[in-house]
């Protein structure tokens, strides 16, 4: 079993930045990639961005050079910068890990998930 819990989430004006981070415990050992998705109201869960073990780094268009994804493996840890945030990407940001290095922007191919933290972006 593993446990993710995010921490991070808060209220920031439009082209302001947040760093969510994620600490990973318990069988950690058996996780190979790390992911953020987001979840805005009466919306489907999207997904954000996610790291493998080896470091390589998936996004998609919409943060796509506006976010970060990064790991401190050492820590057991993975966190999320954003920069340039937009009011469209306010949501409950949801980390998650996966034993998984395929189909990594999928959100059933992950394993354990958070219990989010909220992101709410002013205009």
């Known amino acids: 079993q593993v446990h993710v819990v995010e921490s991070g989430g808060g209220l920031v004006q439009a082209g302001g930045s947040l760093r969510l981070s994620c600490a990973a415990s318990g069988r950690t050992f058996t996780i190979y990639t790390m992911g953020w998705f987001r979840q805005a109201p009466g919306r489907e869960r999207e997904f954000v961005a996610a790291?493998?073990?080896?470091?390589?780094?998936y996004y998609p268009d919409s943060v796509k050079g506006r976010f970060t994804i990064s790991r401190d493996n050492a820590k057991n840890t993975v966190f999320l910068q954003m920069n340039s945030l937009k009011p469209e990407d306010t949501a409950v940001y949801y980390c998650?890990?996966?034993?998984?290095?395929?189909?990594?922007?999928?959100?059933?191919?992950?394993?354990?998930w958070g219990q989010g933290t909220q992101v709410t972006v002013s205009s």
């Open positions: 998650a890990a996966t034993r998984s290095n395929v189909a990594v922007r999928m959100v059933n191919v992950y394993d354990y």
């Open positions: 790291i493998t073990w080896s470091n390589t780094t």
